[in-house]
């Protein structure tokens, strides 16, 4: 069974359909024994990633998610707070799995912030993305922050001047800045293996 992590940070809709298309077993839950007890942890995420660790925390969860020692996948906001703090919250601690600073991007001539629509991985290594049909496949991003590179970093992606983790691995803990919810057959197959792990 996956758990589904809901600490009422965006709509779920999406992940639960694209898992559903994939026939696999989840519930949605804040419940910390439940999600101890599941196989797999997914931590979702839309919005600021302060009002995510607000909102972890008054659920009881940080402590929770550190402990887990099966396989976790940490989605877009989810990812970020995974990582060591985010600019989103100045002097506010994240959960310091990713060994990963998050940051703003910063204004370029012609490049829109937020980062929004179809990029290119590159540089992709471990399990998440065996079997993948394009050494560089297009993913769907939605964000205005973003993880530096760092020695956690298993795929990269280029937006503006900037590369960034588009994916980190610690562990058992992995995380995806794009949506594979929404990412077409491509987003399925690392939500596929990520099932696998």
């Not at 439940?34 to 969860?61: C, F, Q, T, W, Y």
Request: proline letters at 7%; charged letters at 20%.
């Amino acid at each position: 069974m996956i758990a589904i992590i809901d600490y009422d940070m965006g709509n779920l809709r999406s992940l639960e359909n694209a898992l559903g298309r994939l026939g696999a077993a989840y519930t949605v839950t804040s419940d910390p024994d439940e999600i101890r007890r599941s196989d797999k942890v997914i931590l979702p995420g839309v919005g600021h990633a302060g009002r995510a660790m607000d909102n972890l925390e008054r659920h009881g969860l940080p402590s929770v998610i550190r402990a887990l020692r099966q396989p976790v996948l940490g989605i877009c906001v989810g990812m970020q707070v995974l990582c060591r703090d985010s600019e989103e919250a100045p002097g506010k601690p994240c959960l310091g799995i990713f060994d990963a600073h998050v940051r703003q991007f910063a204004p370029e001539p012609g490049i829109k912030v937020p980062h929004m629509g179809w990029n290119t991985l590159g540089n992709l290594e471990g399990r998440l993305f065996r079997d993948f049909p394009a050494p560089q496949p297009y993913v769907y991003f939605v964000h205005s922050y973003y993880a530096g590179l760092c020695p956690d970093t298993v795929a990269t992606c280029r937006y503006g001047g900037t590369l960034f983790s588009a994916a980190l691995k610690y562990e058992q803990f992995y995380g995806t800045q794009f949506h594979p919810e929404k990412s077409g057959h491509i987003g399925a197959r690392i939500l596929q293996n990520f099932l696998a792990l």
